[in-house]
């Protein structure tokens, strides 16, 4: 008696796996594990805050905000732009960069103002609910130049305030290093005018797309 043939998965069920394997990989692109790594970069970052050291928290935020232009480029240059990446990309830019400020406020030697963080914070929710019902009604409402200045800023605000207060010298020393202390001021301020005149720009563009059309 012969042996029974052996059973064949449909071809259809194969190019369905292969599809599902295909795009899977596609999401978990070099670009998108990137992102992810900033992702553990921030929470390294911010436990390294929080537990006051300094110097070491700035070298992993620098590190971890340099990963954002790394993947942005990445994603462009090889067409590795995917919905996750659209999504995860800037959460994970709000979270380092909110983060960072909320974990700063609560350090009365970083004086920094809570305010800087409810505007850093407020910006990014607001832009990113406007950018989601502009989306939605088919609108074009990506990223702005003003909004790359803006992260620029932010993110040299925060690298500046680590390493003024991981070059404070002890407190019955006069102030040795006040080259830091006025980049901090100059960048936060810089960070928070930035960041209020790229939400400006954001709301003046939505406006025009939001406006109806004359019609003929």
């Given at each position: 008696m012969s042996?029974?043939?052996?059973?064949v998965e449909?071809?259809s069920k194969t190019?369905?796996g292969?599809?599902e394997?295909t795009?899977?990989?596609?999401?978990?692109?070099i670009a998108n594990?990137?992102?992810?790594?900033r992702?553990?970069?921030?929470v390294?970052?911010?436990?390294?805050?929080g537990?006051?050291?300094?110097?070491?928290?700035a070298?992993?935020?620098f590190?971890a905000?340099?990963?954002?232009f790394v993947?942005?480029y990445?994603a462009r240059?090889?067409?590795?732009?995917t919905?996750l990446g659209?999504?995860?990309?800037?959460?994970?830019d709000?979270?380092?960069?909110g983060?960072?400020?909320?974990?700063l406020g609560?350090?009365?030697?970083?004086?920094?103002?809570?305010?800087?963080?409810?505007?850093?914070i407020?910006?990014e929710?607001f832009i990113?609910?406007?950018?989601?019902l502009?989306e939605?009604a088919?609108k074009?409402?990506s990223?702005?130049w003003?909004?790359?200045?803006?992260?620029?800023?932010?993110?040299a605000?925060?690298v500046?305030?680590?390493l003024?207060l991981?070059t404070?010298?002890?407190?019955?020393?006069?102030?040795?290093h006040?080259?830091?202390?006025?980049l901090?001021?100059?960048?936060?301020?810089?960070?928070?005018?930035s960041?209020?005149s790229s939400a400006?720009?954001y709301?003046?563009?939505a406006a025009?797309?939001?406006r109806?059309q004359?019609?003929?």
């Amino acid at each position: 008696m012969s042996p029974p043939p052996a059973s064949v998965e449909p071809k259809s069920k194969t190019r369905e796996g292969a599809s599902e394997a295909t795009a899977w990989h596609r999401q978990w692109n070099i670009a998108n594990q990137i992102t992810l790594s900033r992702l553990v970069l921030t929470v390294a970052c911010l436990a390294l805050i929080g537990a006051r050291q300094w110097g070491w928290g700035a070298l992993v935020f620098f590190i971890a905000a340099s990963t954002d232009f790394v993947d942005g480029y990445i994603a462009r240059k090889y067409g590795l732009v995917t919905v996750l990446g659209r999504v995860l990309d800037p959460l994970v830019d709000k979270m380092l960069v909110g983060g960072a400020f909320i974990f700063l406020g609560a350090v009365p030697e970083a004086q920094v103002s809570p305010w800087v963080a409810v505007i850093v914070i407020g910006r990014e929710l607001f832009i990113t609910s406007l950018r989601g019902l502009l989306e939605a009604a088919g609108k074009d409402f990506s990223a702005a130049w003003s909004g790359k200045v803006k992260m620029v800023l932010q993110c040299a605000a925060v690298v500046a305030v680590l390493l003024e207060l991981a070059t404070a010298p002890p407190a019955d020393w006069p102030q040795a290093h006040p080259v830091f202390h006025w980049l901090k001021v100059i960048l936060v301020w810089g960070a928070v005018i930035s960041t209020l005149s790229s939400a400006w720009v954001y709301i003046e563009r939505a406006a025009k797309l939001l406006r109806p059309q004359d019609e003929p």
